[in-house]
């Protein structure tokens, strides 16, 4: 009998200590995400991109079942998602599936690490719902982000969670694929795996958790590998630490055919983990002393030298304007270097009314009260305008078309801006292009992101910096104002424990 799925999703990644929180129009919007979508437009947008929904999509037509699609919405990280949007977009959800009539199944969509203004543990609290709704029989699956933070309530709540292996995430529409294959073998079986969950000891800083590399390589090769036989699914997660709530933390979970399948599995991948804590720290360079760094290493690179602005990756929850690294290029006087993207509406503004060829006095970004930040004042030229429409080709966005509003290249001696008034990580070459900048002509670009950017970079970069200008998302979470974090997890790998102060 053919399988009869509602399909639904709900994304944000939210840092506790950024300034800008995540509005209705923000998921309507969809930044670095697609658009909200409800019903037959939740498949049709899907198809083809890089998304978990996109994946799940295309296995559910292959496999040939029902698909009721109800709602599907993501913004781009920031501070926490306001009361009225998480309401809004959770019961729409709720009241598609209770009107859905009989399901076999329910896929969903998530990050994993969304925090409400009201409601700490934004999965954990709709899983609870989603499973109210359709009841104890029918099987629950969720796609998550590599950064969830995942919960007992969203582990309980669900029969399978299938967690990315790719930072930069480059798997997710494979991923979604997989926790569909996972839902129909729990609908086909007519009973759940068994669980094994396993949360770390310590925060690990987003600046190191690349895959690309060890030891997160090694680690994820070593997840992938303990899958098979009794092992029907394996997940880890570095999880996202600029949360201030007790779930914040790396996870693993497992699950198998008996208790001891998952849980033989899970104790492996947190011996590995644990085995790699030391590794899991890099080295950072400030603005000025990166700059330079970046100037003398161009000096004789056939490629450019590509910083990653991490402090302010929207990626993160920055709002992508602070100027730290600006200024550095412009008073280290660095030649053929471009920076992108400055989230500034009201430049672009300016720069589009102005044309070009024009030279504006205006002040750039640094409007998000970030602590030593601030605008940049400056008279810029205008080289191009642009209304920000492209096709991210690249293999983090997978081919999403993506709307940056109306955007420009400016100009401060031999320093290029991409101007813009969305906000979307930059990581895709698409998005200089968007302005006329080629960025593989370039000797310095200055990436307002933390790894992402590596999966269309890497291939023209003659090597990576990282730099610490002001921004909402330190490299290190040690350094963040935790009052929530569970006692005793360590900040950072090999750092101090969090114990939280007396309040007696």
Request: glycine share 10%.
């Amino acid at each position: 009998m053919t399988k009869r799925v509602a399909f639904a999703g709900f994304l944000h990644e939210t840092n506790t200590f950024a300034p800008t929180k995540a509005m209705m129009a923000d998921f309507v919007q969809g930044g670095g995400y697609m658009p909200l979508a409800r019903g037959a437009a939740l498949i049709e947008q899907s198809r083809g991109i890089n998304l978990g929904i996109g994946g799940a999509v295309a296995y559910a037509e292959a496999a040939g079942w029902d698909i009721v699609p109800i709602l599907w919405a993501g913004a781009t990280p920031s501070a926490h998602v306001c009361q009225n949007a998480y309401k809004s977009i959770t019961n729409e959800i709720i009241s598609g599936i209770a009107a859905a009539g009989r399901l076999d199944g329910v896929f969903l969509d998530l990050h994993g690490a969304m925090v409400a203004e009201h409601e700490d543990d934004g999965e954990g609290a709709l899983l609870m719902r989603v499973r109210a709704a359709v009841g104890q029989d029918v099987p629950i699956a969720a796609a998550l982000d590599l950064h969830g933070n995942i919960t007992s309530d969203m582990v309980d709540k669900a029969d399978v969670l299938v967690g990315f292996r790719t930072y930069p995430h480059v798997d997710m529409d494979e991923t979604g694929y997989r926790a569909a294959a996972q839902l129909q073998a729990i609908m086909t079986r007519g009973k759940p795996y068994a669980k094994a969950f396993r949360k770390l000891p310590f925060l690990v800083p987003i600046a190191w958790q690349t895959t690309r590399s060890a030891p997160g390589q090694v680690i994820y090769d070593r997840v992938a590998e303990l899958e098979g036989g009794g092992v029907a699914s394996t997940s880890f997660f570095f999880g996202f630490p600029a949360a201030d709530f007790p779930g914040c933390g790396p996870t693993v979970i497992c699950y198998g055919e008996t208790p001891k399948d998952a849980a033989a599995a899970a104790d492996q991948i947190e011996r590995a983990v644990l085995d790699a804590e030391s590794a899991l720290v890099g080295t950072s360079f400030e603005p000025d002393a990166g700059v330079i760094e970046a100037m003398r290493i161009a000096q004789s690179a056939a490629r450019p030298v590509v910083i990653a602005d991490t402090q302010d990756n929207p990626g993160a929850g920055g709002d992508s304007n602070t100027t730290g690294m600006l200024r550095a290029l412009v008073a280290q006087g660095a030649k053929r270097a471009a920076l992108g993207n400055m989230v500034d509406p009201n430049a672009a503004k300016a720069a589009h009314r102005a044309g070009i060829g024009a030279q504006i006095d205006i002040a750039l970004g640094g409007f998000s009260d970030v602590d030593g930040d601030a605008p940049y004042e400056a008279t810029f030229t205008v080289e191009t305008l642009s209304d920000g429409k492209l096709v991210a080709t690249g293999p983090f966005y997978g081919g999403a078309p993506l709307d940056l509003g109306p955007s420009a290249c400016l100009r401060i001696d031999d320093v290029r801006v991409v101007v813009t008034s969305h906000k979307a990580q930059m990581a895709d070459r698409e998005m200089y292009r968007l302005v006329g900048i080629e960025p593989e002509q370039q000797a310095i670009l200055v990436n307002k992101s933390s790894v992402h950017f590596r999966a269309d970079f890497d291939p023209i970069a003659q090597t990576i910096l990282t730099c610490v200008a002001p921004g909402p998302m330190p490299v290190s979470p040690a350094s963040l104002p935790f009052t929530n974090l569970s006692p005793g997890i360590r900040m950072e790998p090999l750092g101090a424990a969090f114990q939280p102060k007396d309040t007696a």
